[in-house]
């Protein structure tokens, strides 16, 4: 079983001088990594789909890591996914560790802009 109410969510990486904006990062991703998708009235598709649960442990981690990569690049695009990792609790459910890092800009996207500015 899995506890997504208790997931940690880690930020690294970031400008810790702006603590208000790493705050309100963190209070987001915190809310859609323990929101069932389906339960949010002004956008059922925030949150994670639960279906995981239902799949060996193995599978279960993969498809809740991929569900948590897509969810965050879509709703907090200006961070990504560095790490899942799962600790046990005391009553043998496991806890994801989120770890969050600032989004790498794409090179493809610079060799764009690059291409548009020689025009």
Sequence with gaps: MYDTSKSMVVLVGFNYADATKIALIQRGLSLLYCTAAGTCPGDREFGLDQSFESYPTNVAENLFALEVIEKTEYYYP??????????????????????IGPAEEDADEDDEDDDTEDE
Aim: proline letters at 5%; charged letters at 30%.
């Design 78 to 99: 200006e961070v990504e996914v560095t790490d899942i990792s799962y600790e046990a609790s005391e009553n043998g459910d496991l806890i994801p560790r989120i770890t």
